[in-house]
């Protein structure tokens, strides 16, 4: 079974430029959950979609956004890059059993963003 | 609301000795609590999940930790440290199976190291 996988791998940018970042989650998953992690921050939640749905986001600035398609994977986002968005930029999948969600998470290896 | 807190940032063993990694919780539900190790330049991959069942919970590579309601603790030891063990160490709660948020808590890591 493939696990999560994140496109692409490396990424760099200069300050005020877009970025797409791109996660296919486990078959079967319909949750998708973004994390930040950032050099001495830890991982900070960023976003979870399920079902095409923003379901909660963190306390990030409105230029991270992102969205579900219809296959469940998703896209984050972000706009006007900023020095401190360098980080590694990590995916998870969790699945959705009986109308219920599974807490565990599986995580893809993560996109490296650089910005310059 | 849920916290979780690794004491250790780092753990320095040699190969062959016991491990031990610290973490306490805090939580207003019944969590499920997780251990996740990240490789170098990886994405988190799952060691076990303690989710209510027997407190002692064995995962992969030898890993087990044991959940101490009393004590709000969930440990992560090994018998004996391998130098492939060299990596960062998470602590995850989640209280979205007891009625609380599915947005897990990360700590902010420990990261052990194996001498030869």
């Known amino acids: 079974e493939a696990g999560v996988t994140q496109s692409p791998t490396h990424l760099i940018k200069t300050r005020g430029q877009q970025v797409t970042l791109r996660c296919s989650p486990i078959?079967?998953?319909?949750?998708v959950y973004w994390y930040q992690q950032a050099l001495g921050l830890g991982l900070q939640f960023l976003l979870w979609?399920?079902?095409?749905?923003?379901?909660n986001r963190g306390n990030f600035p409105p230029r991270f956004s992102g969205r579900q398609f219809p296959n469940y994977s998703s896209e984050l986002n972000v706009n006007a890059l900023e020095l401190e968005d360098s980080a590694l930029y990590l995916c998870?999948?969790?699945?959705?059993?009986?109308?219920?969600?599974?807490?565990?998470?599986?995580f893809g290896p993560g996109t490296r963003l650089l910005v310059l | 609301a849920q916290s979780v807190t690794q004491l250790d940032s780092h753990v320095s063993v040699s190969e062959g000795t016991p491990v031990l990694l610290r973490c306490n919780y805090s939580?207003?539900?019944?969590?499920?609590l997780f251990w996740y190790v990240q490789h170098p330049n990886k994405g988190l991959q799952l060691l076990l999940k303690y989710t209510s069942a027997a407190t002692l919970v064995k995962g992969i590579n030898g890993f087990e930790a044991e959940f101490k309601k009393s004590e709000t603790s969930f440990h992560l030891t090994k018998p004996s440290a391998h130098m492939s063990d060299a990596a960062e160490y998470f602590c995850?709660?989640?209280?979205?199976?007891?009625?609380?948020?599915?947005?897990?808590?990360f700590g902010r890591g420990t990261s052990l190291i194996v001498h030869p």
């Open positions: 078959s079967g998953h319909t949750s």
């Open positions: 995850v709660v989640s209280e979205g199976a007891s009625g609380g948020s599915y947005i897990p808590t």
């Open positions: 939580s207003s539900y019944s969590p499920s």
């Open positions: 998870a999948s969790s699945l959705v059993s009986s109308g219920t969600y599974q807490e565990t998470q599986y």
């Open positions: 979609y399920d079902e095409g749905e923003e379901r």
